[in-house]
């Protein structure tokens, strides 16, 4: 039986959440103090750029289209100004490995031949409390090279290689200013997820880090502006601060994932400029935002299926051509999106289809000057090397490579009619499918889920449930003239649930819920993982 852990450094610092093996090693005094510091100072912004977000959202309902910002013009026009210089094991990032931070996963993600690996604490982990401190201690224990696995049939993952510089530069993506943990508590008030993972991560790793050779590096989710990026910032240079490092040597990848934030690409890096590492084109949450931003804008917003929303649809390479651009006249890294296809060695003619595409979308990535890409699983590093070391020879980067042909275009990045394709009942019936499967994989503390030879996240499992949200609202018809009504979808959600193949100790009917609430409701949550985790993971998870 579980028990529940209360540990206290004083009395206004409490954690509270069920006990885990070696949460002591994690959990110590000064660790909590050092994560209460940063709290303290940082609390009542966070909340204030939160109501932002909120207003800004508002304005985009009405009727008021996003833009570049005209008050920071002057941060564009300034050619003097670059990014941070390269730090070490972040010059050559061709090929990045994704993934949560379990314990096989990261003796696979070490060994997989990637020359970065995005350790996740967000959108592919359940942000269980288990799961919050045993990705904590299995990072210190790659770091330190003393981690292993045995699987339940006997199978032993080990590290390869000699010293951390010989494995993928580790970068830790913690969670998004939005999430709350609710396990900790600072003057009783709950602590943002994105402090504890940070300041975790960093208390017990920087100086580490540095002596191996590397640094303490993250990747960013989620922004909505160069303001959230700010506050960032500030964060890091207190970090430093505190434990007694120059001002710069922590490095900082910031996801463009959100509409607003595409239109300041240029101010985020700024903002972090003596922190920056560069921008990632987060392809997924992107398509989330422009749902969730325009879902009551009417048809002109409207997308078809999933599955026919790549990356060549007129408003995707308006983004991700503006982002190589605004990167590397600064100097700084620009890296690709996430191929999701996971392998399967039992069908091998449809595993050769895609790694075609996978080869396919790489190499328009690497033709439009991306420095590097991301991939779901060890199988496709191979096929996303082969192609950046054909582009990029014996170069560590092609930051080279301006893209002076491409010009910042407001309509462009807005024009989400110009998608072409179709509402489909299949893409309906895929949407509920994938939507209740993830949910139910993400209440059992496991956040990235495979389902239909793709790996699944939070972002795509959002996309599922906006579409449909969107769908119904809009009263968006099908190829073949059928209007997605609610009566609809909520007959297609009952089938497909019924198909779903049931097991001991399974959460569907609990995700069945989430879905239903986040999809088929009349009020929309900004982020599906909120009520999730307030309802089934806050109290004893």
């Known amino acids: 039986m579980v028990t529940q852990a209360e540990t206290r450094t004083d009395a206004a610092i409490a954690v509270n959440g069920p006990a885990v093996d070696r949460q002591d090693e994690i959990l110590t005094p000064e660790a909590l103090a050092f994560v209460a510091a940063l709290h303290r100072a940082f609390a009542p912004r966070r909340q204030e750029l939160l109501q932002l977000r909120q207003q800004r959202r508002i304005k985009i309902a009405n009727g008021v289209d996003p833009g570049f910002l005209p008050e920071t013009a002057d941060v564009r026009e300034d050619f003097s100004w670059s990014v941070a210089t390269l730090a070490p094991g972040l010059e050559d990032r061709r090929v990045e490995i994704t993934g949560p931070c379990d314990r096989k996963m990261t003796v696979n993600a070490l060994n997989s031949g990637a020359k970065c690996w995005m350790a996740d604490l967000e959108d592919s982990s359940t942000p269980n409390w288990r799961n919050v401190i045993d990705s904590q201690v299995n990072?210190?224990?790659?770091?330190?090279?003393?981690?292993?696995?045995?699987s339940p049939q006997g199978k032993e993952y080990r590290l390869t290689g000699e010293s951390l510089t010989d494995l993928p530069t580790i970068i830790v993506r913690p969670r998004g200013w939005h999430l709350a943990e609710l396990h900790m508590r600072v003057d009783g008030v709950p602590v943002a997820g994105s402090l504890v993972d940070f300041g975790l991560f960093f208390f017990h790793n920087a100086h580490r880090l540095i002596e191996l050779g590397r640094g303490p590096y993250f990747y960013l989710p989620k922004l909505e502006s160069h303001l959230e990026a700010r506050l960032w910032n500030d964060v890091f240079t207190m970090a430093q601060d505190l434990l007694g490092l120059p001002h710069g040597t922590i490095r900082a990848t910031v996801l463009i994932e959100t509409i607003t934030a595409a239109f300041e690409m240029e101010e985020i890096l700024y903002e972090l400029r003596h922190h920056s590492s560069g921008l990632n084109a987060g392809r997924w949450d992107y398509i989330f935002s422009v749902i969730k931003n325009f879902r009551e804008r009417g048809p002109r917003f409207v997308l078809p299926d999933r599955d026919q929303?790549?990356?060549?649809?007129?408003?995707?390479?308006?983004?991700?051509?503006?982002?190589?651009?605004?990167?590397?006249?600064?100097?700084?890294?620009?890296?690709?999106?996430?191929?999701?296809?996971?392998?399967?060695?039992?069908?091998?003619?449809?595993?050769?289809?895609?790694?075609?595409?996978?080869?396919?979308?790489?190499?328009?990535?690497?033709?439009?000057?991306?420095?590097?890409?991301?991939?779901?699983?060890?199988?496709?590093?191979?096929?996303?090397?082969?192609?950046?070391?054909?582009?990029?020879?014996?170069?560590?980067?092609?930051?080279?490579?301006?893209?002076?042909?491409?010009?910042?275009?407001?309509?462009?990045?807005?024009?989400?009619?110009?998608?072409?394709?179709?509402?489909?009942?299949?893409?309906?019936?895929?949407?509920?499918?994938?939507?209740?499967?993830?949910?139910?994989?993400?209440?059992?503390?496991?956040?990235?889920?495979?389902?239909?030879?793709?790996?699944?996240?939070?972002?795509?499992?959002?996309?599922?449930?906006?579409?449909?949200?969107?769908?119904?609202?809009?009263?968006?018809?099908?190829?073949?003239?059928?209007?997605?009504?609610?009566?609809?979808?909520?007959?297609?959600?009952?089938?497909?649930?019924?198909?779903?193949?049931?097991?001991?100790?399974?959460?569907?009917?609990?995700?069945?819920?989430?879905?239903?609430?986040?999809?088929?409701?009349?009020?929309?949550?900004?982020?599906?993982?909120?009520?999730?985790?307030?309802?089934?993971?806050?109290?004893?998870?």
């Open 139 to 150: 990072l210190r224990d790659a770091i330190e090279r003393r981690i292993d696995f045995t």
């Open 309 to 541: 929303v790549t990356m060549t649809a007129p408003f995707m390479r308006a983004y991700t051509e503006l982002l190589v651009r605004t990167c590397h006249r600064r100097s700084a890294s620009a890296i690709g999106g996430m191929a999701a296809f996971i392998p399967s060695r039992k069908d091998p003619e449809a595993n050769a289809l895609a790694l075609e595409k996978v080869r396919a979308d790489k190499t328009r990535e690497a033709d439009d000057g991306f420095d590097g890409s991301w991939v779901a699983h060890p199988d496709l590093v191979p096929v996303a090397m082969a192609v950046f070391d054909e582009t990029l020879g014996g170069l560590p980067n092609q930051i080279d490579k301006q893209r002076e042909d491409v010009v910042p275009n407001a309509a462009a990045l807005l024009d989400v009619a110009a998608t072409p394709g179709e509402i489909t009942e299949a893409g309906i019936r895929k949407n509920l499918e994938v939507g209740v499967r993830y949910i139910e994989s993400w209440l059992r503390g496991n956040g990235a889920a495979a389902i239909n030879n793709l790996m699944e996240d939070a972002a795509t499992a959002e996309i599922s449930r906006s579409q449909i949200w969107q769908w119904i609202n809009a009263e968006a018809t099908t190829g073949d003239g059928r209007t997605v009504s609610r009566r609809w979808v909520e007959r297609l959600l009952k089938e497909e649930f019924a198909r779903m193949e049931r097991f001991e100790g399974d959460r569907f009917d609990d995700a069945l819920s989430v879905f239903a609430e986040c999809a088929l409701g009349e009020a929309y949550p900004t982020f599906l993982t909120i009520p999730a985790y307030t309802r089934f993971l806050a109290n004893g998870h």
